[in-house]
């Protein structure tokens, strides 16, 4: 069988400082027999000297572009605009099924190069839960921003810090507020919950019981809210412009974790981009004033504690990646037909024939073995 060949990518975005695999697992996939080429990347937050310890290759930043066609090129955030045709297999965070801008652009560079996109939203076990997310240090962070923001201890530009500093900075914030969580239970929403223990809040907690029947009124009377919910149907949305213009809101911080601005799915289409570290709140509102916290990569605020959390999760999924005798369309390792890797290709497919993407002959198709 031929070796599984991974290559960790640089991350073009320059405020992404986490990583999908930290050293500590590369060494387990080099010992696992794992070709594992790593990227030098200035703003990784571990460094490429610990990579090269464990054995791993080391490349140049953005060579992924030459790779072997058999590699297998592992990311998480989006890939540079060039090249214009994608010729290898790619596992990262697409954000290209839900028809959000840019999706058909990038679907449509797999296609012409003959690639393929396993989507990490999409790896899921066989009850449709995500194996590896980034969702708790998300809600975390989301929850942190927006209360310091609300207590005016907010500082900018945000910069990567360590848990121990934020909670620090959390529990010495002061000011009486009423905070409401939406989705509550899930991975986003616990740790949304526990940042807001840091500070002191006792926040209203709404899951799905309390989103099929909302209740604006009561949404209204908190100060702040932390949405968590990433929807893949069509439901009413949580907040509307008409909402935001009602003279008794005492709506002031608006904190949306999952960012799914330019999604028909987005239940907060109250704005339509996102912000970032250097202006990290936007005034929505100015009477009474309501302030936005949206920020698509929150959780490489805490860069090594997400990392270590997301890569634990992902490496067994990885070293499942080749373990199957099909081939795909480059001639390397294929993946099962089911399996989390498999119904990652089978969605690309369906995301692409929903656009009407033509890929062609397509010898990347998931077979049994």
């Known amino acids: 069988m031929t070796q599984l060949h991974l290559w960790l990518r640089h991350e073009s975005r320059t405020t992404e400082r986490r990583t999908p695999v930290v050293p500590s697992d590369a060494r387990r996939l080099v010992e696992s027999g794992v070709r594992l080429t790593v990227e030098d990347s200035p703003q990784r937050i571990f460094p490429t000297e610990a990579y090269e310890a464990v054995g791993c290759e080391i490349a140049e930043a953005g060579s992924w572009v030459s790779a072997p066609p058999d590699a297998v090129i592992v990311g998480l955030k989006e890939l540079p605009d060039e090249p214009a045709e994608l010729v290898h297999r790619h596992v990262f965070f697409g954000h290209a099924y839900k028809r959000q801008p840019g999706a058909e652009a990038l679907l449509r560079r797999f296609a012409a190069g003959g690639g393929a996109l396993f989507d990490l939203e999409y790896l899921v076990d066989d009850d449709g839960r995500r194996l590896a997310a980034f969702g708790y240090w998300a809600g975390y962070l989301g929850a942190a921003l927006a209360v310091l923001h609300h207590r005016g201890g907010l500082g900018t530009p945000l910069r990567p810090t360590s848990k121990e500093e934020l909670e620090a900075e959390l529990r010495s914030s002061e000011g009486e ?91 907060l289409p109250v704005y339509d981009t996102t912000t970032d570290w250097a202006h990290p709140v936007r005034r929505l509102r100015e009477a009474p004033p309501l302030d936005l916290i949206a920020i698509d990569n929150l959780p490489s605020l805490l860069p090594r504690e997400a990392s270590t959390d997301f890569s634990a999760a992902l490496l067994p999924s990885l070293l499942d990646f080749g373990t199957a005798e099909s081939r795909g369309r480059s001639g390397g390792p294929g993946v099962r037909s089911g399996g989390p890797w498999g119904r990652c290709l089978d969605r690309f497919h369906e995301a692409c024939r929903e656009l009407g993407i033509e890929l062609g002959t397509d010898d990347t198709e998931v077979r049994d073995v």
């Open 177 to 267: 507020l009423t905070a409401l969580v939406i989705g509550a239970l899930g991975r986003s929403g616990r740790g949304a919950r526990v940042a807001l223990g840091e500070a002191g809040v006792e926040p209203t907690c709404w899951d799905l019981a309390e989103t099929r029947d909302l209740d604006r009124p009561v949404l209204l009377e908190h100060e702040l809210l932390v949405n968590t919910v990433l929807t893949t149907r069509p439901i009413p949305p949580f907040l509307t412009d008409k909402d935001l213009d009602e003279p008794g809101r005492r709506l002031r911080t608006l904190a949306d974790v999952t960012v799914d601005v330019g999604s028909p799915l987005n239940v």
